[in-house]
C-alpha cells in the first residue's frame, strides 16, 4: 500500500493539484494535511491526522464506485474519520465553498444541514451550481 501511495503522490489528477495546493504547509488556517494516506487497506486523497478528518475528491469513475467508496467511508468511520467527499468540478468551480466546508468541519462547527456531503447528482463535467451542503 505504501507503494502505491508513493506513486499516486506522484500521478495526482489536477483535482487533487489544485486542492492540494491550498491544503499543503498548513495553508489552511494552520491545519496539517498529508496527501495520499494510508490507513488500513485503504489510501485516503487528503487526511488532517490530528482532526480525523480525510478529504476525498473524485471524478467521473466515483459515479460507478457508490459501492465501493460507501464501503470505504464505512471502514474510515469505524475507524474514528470524519470523510467528506467533493466532485472534481466542486474543485474547479467552487473552490472558496470547498475550503469553507474543510474549516467548518475542522472546527466542529455544524453546516446549515446537519449532513456534510457532496451533492446528490453529480456534475463531472464542471457544471457550475452543484454544493456540498
Known amino acids: ?33 498529508v496527501r495520499e494516506c494510508v490507513i488500513g487497506n485503504y489510501i ?3 487526511v488532517c ?3 480525523k ?5 473524485d471524478g467521473s469513475q466515483h459515479i460507478e464506485a457508490a459501492e465501493y467508496d460507501q464501503k470505504r467511508t464505512n471502514y474510515l468511520t469505524a475507524n474514528g474519520y470524519k470523510v467528506i467527499r467533493f466532485w ?3 474543485v474547479f468551480n ?3 465553498g470547498v475550503l469553507e ?10 453546516p446549515e444541514s446537519t449532513l456534510i456531503r457532496r451533492c446528490a447528482t453529480p456534475s463531472p463535467q464542471g457544471e457550475k451550481g452543484k454544493s456540498t451542503i
Open 88 to 90: 472534481n468540478n466542486e
Open 53 to 57: 478528518l480525510v478529504v476525498e475528491i
Open 1 to 33: 500500500m505504501k507503494e502505491r501511495a508513493k506513486i499516486l503522490r506522484k500521478d495526482m489528477t489536477d483535482a487533487e493539484n489544485r486542492m492540494w495546493f491550498f491544503l499543503r504547509n498548513r495553508r489552511l488556517n494552520g491545519y496539517k494535511f
Open 44 to 46: 485516503a486523497d487528503f
Open 94 to 96: 467552487n473552490i472558496q
Open 101 to 110: 466546508t474543510i474549516l467548518r468541519s475542522l472546527e466542529n462547527v455544524p
Open 49 to 51: 491526522r490530528d482532526n
